[in-house]
């Protein structure tokens, strides 16, 4: 069985940074594109950032480029999204999963892949 587990968040004051992390057990993730998308109270669940198996390419929201960073460590099954500079537009729940297909502009994420999510709260 599949299990994701998101940590990381927390209330921080703008322009302070966050790193959330996202473990992945029971399936070896260097075969999948995986991604974070976030979902703020009353507003559409939106792809912040993607990346694909090995690392090579990635794909951010256009009003988190430069501020936010995609990483993985496959030998670790655990995918990483830094925030730096960070605005409280940005606050909601953050969850990572696997990408239904390929990174790229459109990204959606695998049904039932993700976790319970963490909360970002961003204080002006």
């Known amino acids: 069985q599949v299990q994701v587990v998101e940590s990381g968040g927390g209330l921080v004051q703008a322009g302070e940074s966050l790193r959330l992390s996202c473990t992945v057990s029971g399936l070896t993730v260097i075969n999948n594109h995986m991604g974070w998308f976030r979902q703020a109270p009353g507003k559409e669940r939106e792809g912040v950032s993607c990346i694909s198996g090995r690392g090579i390419t990635s794909w951010y929201l256009e009003s988190v480029k430069g501020r936010f960073t995609i990483s993985r460590d496959n030998a670790k099954n655990t995918l990483y999204l830094q925030m730096d500079n960070l605005k409280p537009e940005d606050t909601a729940m953050y969850y990572c999963?696997?990408?239904?297909?390929?990174?790229?502009?459109?990204?959606?994420?695998?049904?039932?892949?993700w976790g319970q999510g963490t909360q970002v709260t961003v204080s002006s």
């Open positions: 999963a696997m990408v239904s297909g390929f990174c790229r502009v459109d990204w959606s994420p695998l049904h039932n892949s």
